[in-house]
Nanobody
Framework: QVQLVESGGGLVQAGGSLRLSCAAS????????MGWFRQTPGKEREFVAA????????YYADSVKGRFTISRDNAKNTVYLQMNSLKPEDTAVYYC???????????????WGQGTQVTVSS
């Protein structure tokens, strides 16, 4: 079975940094684009960042551009989200997701992790 397991969340002061990790198993990791999303209670799940199968192409929400960096290590079946200059509005549960490569249009994220809480205090 496919599993995506996030880790690295926690409590940090505004201006601080965290690095999230997502370990994937049960799939051919290199065949999937990977994404990070976040959700606050009462709000829709929000796209944060994505990376293609090769790690060459990356995409970011405007709200995190210049502060967050997504990367992947296909040898380790792991995707990362480095979060710098954190703001209170970054507080959310962060989810890792996997989308099959080779499909046209908007990526379809078929698999999701359980989420990890990030809390940024002011």
């Amino acid at each position: 079975q496919v599993q995506l397991v996030e880790s690295g969340g926690g409590l940090v002061q505004a201006g601080g940094s965290l690095r999230l990790s997502c370990a994937a198993s049960g799939l051919t990791f290199r065949r999937y684009a990977m994404g990070w999303f976040r959700q606050t209670p009462g709000k829709e799940r929000e796209f944060v960042a994505a990376i293609d199968w090769s790690g060459i192409s990356t995409y970011y929400a405007d709200s995190v551009k210049g502060r967050f960096t997504i990367s992947r290590d296909n040898a380790k079946n792991t995707v990362y989200l480095q979060m710098n200059s954190l703001k209170p509005e970054d507080t959310a549960v962060y989810y890792c997701a996997a989308a099959p490569s080779g499909l046209a249009g908007t990526p379809r994220y078929d698999y999701w992790g359980q989420g990890t809480q990030v809390t940024v205090s002011s």
